[in-house]
């Protein structure tokens, strides 16, 4: 089972992200990701044992937070148009790194890369001039999902394994 955990944004996030999706497509061509599709990956763990996951992520101790989406790139090696805040949020931050910790404790083997808060929205785009993002973007972040991904002729279908909720900020 391929295995990975995300935020998902709310669906008015989601649908304007989506239909700024179409708008840049015109330019960069590739392949925009469906709106109920849309998240921020926070750890890929592929083919991987589920329950070892949840037994990771329930001990996770992380402050709900927002996350601005203040800035539209292309990623020239992986044929990418994403958006994504302009400094990685220090309560995002911190959720990606407590995981981090919690699945090296269930002996999951991460990528050792510096965490990269973005949202893919294009594939096998080309390099272009990017419309501006909408305006006031807002994705609560009270929330992170473990998710079953399955590939098939039509693309990626994600299904949600369990919802992790994060406290209160302070």
Sequence with gaps: MRIFFALWPPPATAR????WAGEAQA?????ATEQANI?????????????RAMRAARRVDASAHRLPL???????ENRIVWAGPKAVPSGLNGLAEKLGIELYREEFLLER???AAHVTLIRRARAARLPPLPAALDWPVNEFRLMRSSLSSAGASYEPL????LSASG
């Design 16 to 19: 304007a992200l989506a239909q």
């Design 27 to 31: 330019l960069t061509g590739g392949k």
């Design 39 to 51: 998240h921020l990956t926070l750890a890929f763990l592929g083919n991987a044992d589920p329950a």
């Design 70 to 76: 203040e800035e539209a790139r292309y990623w020239r």
């Design 113 to 115: 890369r510096p965490f």
């Design 162 to 165: 369990a919802f992790f909720p």
